[in-house]
């Protein structure tokens, strides 16, 4: 079993109306010195070790993305490695 982790990102080009209602949010909540945001999906994946690259990427391309205004990246992460630091779960 091997986990695989696809960040889906718009593509800069792409108006993110969602990461810049985040950018203004932050400095009315006393966080300064955030240019820019960019909101993303993050999916993680337990996947069977059979399971090759170019079929992660298809999944990517098919079902999490939307290839025409998204880009996205596909990683195998060892076990636990995709485990987020944060509070906020």
């Known amino acids: 079993m091997a986990r695989v982790v696809v960040n889906v990102m718009p593509k800069p080009e792409i108006l993110d109306p969602q990461g810049q209602a985040v950018a203004g949010a932050l400095p009315r909540l006393g966080f300064a010195g955030v240019r820019e945001v960019r909101q993303g999906k993050h999916f993680e994946l337990d996947v069977d070790d059979s399971v090759d690259d170019e079929t992660l990427q298809q999944i990517a391309g098919t079902l999490l993305a939307n290839p025409v205004i998204e880009d996205w ?4 992460v060892a ?6 630091d944060g509070a906020g779960e």
């Open 79 to 84: 076990d636990g490695a995709a485990e987020a």
């Open 73 to 76: 990246s596909v990683t195998r």
